[in-house]
């Protein structure tokens, strides 16, 4: 583990692009004085062609703002407090950008990152608690990611972070003070919808949003007990190649998901449905939250729990 926190290490990945990607507007509310966004803008630069501006409370405007940015060719970076907030700028984050990719080239297009921190530390209450990235990657139907370790946040930040297009990267508020995880990924695929941590032949263990540490910590477990399998952590990327993940459940015939959000619909349903309709013999057990109830809504705990114990049995199961 690295004296280095997670969100002091994200927020060095983001400068090491904005050290040299030219011309780029960062702005966001309360970035650049008071708590910084909770720290997610302490220390954030720009090159002496960028600008960081601090802007008022409007989110439908931010998000207008950045895609016009994009739509000019430019480059922009929005740093959002919460993802509760984001749902304020959905109309033009689906339907303006639905217009500029029905009728611009892609060709033209210029790049917007929205850089929004999840508040799943618990005890927040009920403006500050929507865990739900994959529901605005299904609305708006852009690349996702959601950052857990110092690897994947470096190539995530590095690979698609002023890149032409549009997409949004996603914090866990719950581990901004916690060490930056050192764990490296073994292999990932081209537009990181995919990351491998571990191999195994005994069971196959996928994470979604920010259940990178849990997975690992299970895995850990598993090891213990002389289970070894093959951990994933998957974003939520539109069009993802999913042939190496679901390879690995046919070869284990155990695919365990681990998913701490708060959506219904759950990512990791497709690769269940993959599965099924290619008739494959694999045996399903979901740690994941669907919706919650209406005590859930105010302040409360808020932790993902998933079972070692109940996972173990599974994966022992003839």
Request: charged share 20%; glycine share 10%.
């Amino acid at each position: 583990m690295s004296k280095q926190t997670y969100i002091t290490h994200i927020v060095q990945q983001v400068n090491k692009v904005t050290e040299r990607c030219g011309a780029i507007f960062v702005y966001g509310e309360n970035i650049d004085y008071g708590s910084r966004l909770s720290g997610l803008a302490r220390g954030l630069t720009v090159n002496p062609a960028g600008r960081i501006q601090n802007v008022g409370n409007c989110e439908l405007t931010h998000v207008g703002v950045g895609l016009g940015i994009l739509l000019d060719g430019g480059q922009a970076a929005l740093f959002g407090k919460q993802l509760d907030f984001l749902v304020l700028g959905l109309e033009q984050a689906c339907d303006t950008f639905n217009f500029i990719r029905a009728y611009r080239p892609r060709s033209t297009w210029g790049s917007f990152t929205i850089f929004v921190i999840v508040c799943d530390q618990g005890y927040q209450g009920p403006q500050s608690s929507l865990n739900g990235a994959g529901d605005f990657a299904s609305l708006i139907n852009i690349p996702i990611y959601c950052l857990n370790g110092a690897d994947d946040a470096a190539g995530v930040v590095d690979r698609h972070f002023a890149s032409p297009g549009f997409r949004i990267i996603c914090l866990s508020q719950r581990q901004f003070g916690a060490p930056a995880l050192q764990v490296p990924a073994e292999w990932h695929a081209e537009d990181d919808s995919l990351f491998r941590y571990r191999s195994g032949d005994d069971a196959t263990v996928v994470s979604l949003n920010f259940a990178l540490r849990d997975s690992l910590d299970m895995n850990d477990t598993l090891v213990g007990a002389g289970v070894h399998s093959d951990v994933f952590h998957m974003n939520f990327v539109p069009g993802a190649d999913l042939t190496a993940v679901l390879q690995s459940c046919r070869r284990t015939g155990k695919l365990v998901l681990l998913d701490d959000s708060k959506t219904v619909t759950k990512f990791g349903d497709i690769l269940i449905a993959e599965l099924s309709q290619s008739g494959a013999d694999v045996e399903v057990l979901s740690f994941c939250r669907r919706g919650c109830r209406n005590e859930d809504y105010g302040a409360n705990e808020d932790r993902f729990m998933p079972d070692h114990a109940r996972a173990l049995a599974f994966l022992r199961r003839a």
